[in-house]
Structure formats: structure tokens, C-alpha cells
């Protein structure tokens, strides 16, 4: 094997620990940062007023108005309130949603950003902005979106409602499943798409047993550190492609939908490149990566089909033309038939033929 890569580290700043969101004080003065404005969605309200309250003077408030695919009138709001009340840094407390509002702020105001994660989405640790306006969903990438600190605490996903913490679980591993066949993967990111899958797997089944399992919790935001940043640092193929396509087009929800998808685009790719996805076969076991994959999450309770989503038979032609459309780079030639065929094997909930 020859070795010939580039690798960009991310710039964000990892903390990891049990009770380390109790140190957020200390992040927010390390940063150069006297006032915080603590971000967060109206469901984690509660948690964002009690952070704040433990910030004391170094906080100047909440705006608890986040919302799923970052709606820009929310983040004008934010970034008004936020003048307003002088703030010189945001700690966006919650999943992918409450961080893309820190990071829509910052991509237009270059404020410094705290992210406390809550769920395994990964946001937190890529560069990346997806926001929309009038029902159109775009993607922006800067470095100015990167968070400055990140800190995982697992205590804070002890009560991540278990449906969630499988949805986003597999969220999670997708990240990383793509990344083994990125064409811009690197030694250091195959080594965390490994570690990553194989902590997720391992601790998501413990979870389903005993959600307030410290160690499976633990174990849990570890790998979804990894996964998100594997997602942040290299490109993404035919499964992200797809589901931007039924989250941007037919409002499907986000973590559902990866968790539906991941066993079919998967398997599609890895029956052009199976050397590449040895990792799956070896972590999940299986007869094939896809065949493992589906077995995998129909054990853990996934939700398996994208016809319980409101999705209709009808809109899968429409959802191939739209994924197949300007599609991004993938280990495996896309043709429409092809993604259809896949596309209605995940809306009926078949197990993929490969
Ligand atoms: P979310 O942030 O929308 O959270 C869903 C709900 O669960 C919210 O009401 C939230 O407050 C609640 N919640 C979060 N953590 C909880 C906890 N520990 N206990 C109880 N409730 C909790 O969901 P998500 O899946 O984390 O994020 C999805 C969004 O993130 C999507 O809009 C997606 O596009 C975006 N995302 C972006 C990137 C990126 O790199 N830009 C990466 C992944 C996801």
C-alpha cells in the first residue's frame, strides 16, 4: 500500500468528561469571553436558564428559539438579541438544531461558540451550515462555523429519550461508514471511522438495556465525536446525498432518515468497493455490509421504513431524479434505475440485497 494523503486537523477544542459542562465558566473566560448568551431549543429551555444561572455574571441570558434546519428569520432574531444584549460569545446547550444556531451566528457575525452536545448528531465538530429560507435548504462551509470548544459531558445524554439516542446513533455511524470510502480519506480518518462504529456499536444495544448506563452513555458521545469528525474533515457520498434529498424535499426527519438509509446505500457501495468496508463486516459481522447493517439496527429498534415517515410511493421517482441529479463523487457509478430500485427497498422496509 502506498501512502499519499493531506490531513487538516479541526480546529475545534475537545473537552471530554463526566461533569466537564460544570467547567463551561472557565471555557467561556479562556476564549477571552465575559458574556455568554446560552443558546438553546424550547424543549431544553429549562437546562439552558439553569446553565445560565450556574454562569452567573459571565452570562447575559438565553434565546431558547432553536429549531430544526436553522430557519434563517430564527437566527436574525438571535443574532439581534445577541447585540442587544452585548454578547460576546454563545453556549449552544442541545443536538445538530441548537448548534446550527450557534453557527448560523457565527458565519455572520464571527462569534466565538461553546457547544455542548446532547445528542450524537456531530455538527459540533464540522465546519459545515445547512440553513434555510422560504423552504429552500442550502449548505455553506467556513471556517468561521467551526465551534472554538467543544465539550462532551455524558451525564447530559442520560435522559436522551432512547428512540433518540438509536436514530441518532446510526446518525452517527453513517458519518463514519462514508468516510471509509471517501476519495479524500486519510490514515487518521479511517482509524477514527473504525473506532467510532465500533464504540456505537458496542454501547447503543447497552443503552436500549439500561439508558442511564454511565459507561455505554460514555462510550456512546465518544464514538459520535469521532464520527462527526470524520464527517467535518472529508467528503460524503451517495447516503448523504439522499437523505439531504428527502429531509430537503419532503421534509423527512433527520436522524430517522439516516437511520433508515444506512443499510441500503451502504450496501449498495460496498458491493463495488468490499475491501473498503471490511471494518463493517468485522464490527457488525453479517453475510454482507448492508445485510449486517439492516440486522443491526432492526435489533436496536430503528425505525426501518421511509414510508412511515409520510413519505409516498409517488415521490421516490421524484426523489431519484433529484439525488441522481448533480450527484456527489461515490465509490460506485449512480444510475437512476439503480436508485430508485434502493430507494423503494428503504421506503418498504426490505432488507438490501447486498
Ligand atoms: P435536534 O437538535 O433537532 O434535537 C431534537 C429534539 O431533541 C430537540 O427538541 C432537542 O431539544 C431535543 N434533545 C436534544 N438532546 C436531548 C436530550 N439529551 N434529552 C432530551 N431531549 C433532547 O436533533 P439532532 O438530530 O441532534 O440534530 C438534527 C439537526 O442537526 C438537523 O437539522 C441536521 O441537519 C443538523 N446537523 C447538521 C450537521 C452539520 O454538520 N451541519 C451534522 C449533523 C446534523
New binding site residues.
Given amino acids: 500500500m502506498t501512502l499519499d494523503f493531506t490531513y487538516q486537523a479541526s480546529a475545534a477544542r475537545i473537552v471530554f468528561g463526566n461533569g466537564a459542562s460544570g467547567d463551561v465558566g472557565k471555557w467561556v473566560e479562556a476564549l477571552d469571553c465575559r458574556r455568554a448568551l446560552v443558546l438553546?431549543?424550547?424543549?431544553?429551555a429549562g437546562d439552558a436558564e439553569a446553565l445560565s444561572k450556574r454562569l452567573g455574571p459571565l452570562s447575559v441570558g438565553t434565546f431558547t428559539e432553536?429549531?430544526?434546519?436553522?430557519p434563517v428569520d430564527v437566527t436574525e432574531r438571535a443574532v439581534a438579541r445577541a447585540a442587544e444584549l452585548g454578547a460576546d460569545c454563545v453556549v449552544s446547550l442541545?443536538?445538530?438544531?441548537?448548534?446550527?444556531l450557534g453557527?448560523a451566528m457565527a458565519y455572520r457575525t464571527d462569534i466565538q461558540q461553546i457547544v455542548i452536545?446532547?445528542?450524537?448528531?456531530?455538527?459540533e465538530v464540522?465546519p459545515?451550515?445547512?440553513q434555510t429560507e422560504n423552504g429552500v435548504k442550502t449548505?455553506v462551509r467556513s471556517p468561521k462555523i467551526t465551534p472554538e470548544v467543544v465539550i462532551y459531558d455524558p451525564q447530559?445524554?442520560l435522559?436522551?429519550?432512547v428512540g433518540?439516542s438509536v436514530?441518532?446513533g446510526l446518525?452517527a455511524i453513517a458519518h463514519a461508514a462514508e468516510g471509509l470510502y471517501a476519495p479524500d480519506r486519510n490514515p487518521i480518518t479511517t482509524m477514527m471511522s473504525i473506532d467510532g462504529i465500533r464504540a456505537l456499536k458496542e454501547a447503543l444495544p447497552a443503552l436500549i438495556d439500561s439508558p442511564r448506563d454511565g459507561a455505554a452513555r460514555e462510550k456512546a458521545l465518544y464514538g459520535a465525536w469521532l464520527c462527526?469528525t470524520v464527517?467535518?474533515q472529508i467528503s460524503m457520498s451517495l447516503h448523504h446525498k439522499i437523505c439531504h434529498t428527502l429531509?430537503g424535499s419532503f421534509d423527512t426527519p433527520?436522524?430517522e432518515t439516516h437511520s433508515i438509509m444506512l443499510p441500503h446505500t451502504i450496501g449498495f457501495n460496498a458491493s463495488a468497493v468490499p475491501e473498503l468496508m471490511t471494518p463493517i463486516s468485522d464490527i457488525f459481522g453479517g453475510a454482507t455490509p448492508g445485510r449486517a447493517l439492516y440486522d443491526f439496527a432492526k435489533s436496536i429498534g430503528s425505525p426501518m421504513a421511509l414510508k412511515d415517515f409520510g413519505l409516498s410511493e409517488a415521490d421516490l421517482d421524484r426523489a431519484a431524479d433529484i439525488a441522481t441529479r448533480n450527484p456527489y463523487s461515490n465509490p460506485r457509478p449512480i444510475d437512476r434505475t439503480a436508485i430508485r430500485a434502493l430507494l423503494q427497498d428503504a421506503w418498504s422496509g426490505t432488507r438490501p440485497p447486498y
Avoid at 438553546?40 to 431544553?44: G, M
Avoid at 432553536?66 to 436553522?70: E, F, I, K, L, R
Avoid at 452536545?117 to 455538527?123: D, E, H, Q, R, V
Fill in positions: 438553546s431549543t424550547p424543549h431544553q432553536a429549531t430544526m434546519h436553522t442541545g443536538g445538530g438544531s441548537t448548534t446550527g453557527k452536545p446532547t445528542t450524537y448528531a456531530g455538527s464540522t459545515i451550515l445547512g449548505t447530559l445524554t435522559g436522551l429519550p433518540m436514530t441518532s446518525n462527526g464527517l467535518g429531509g433527520h436522524a
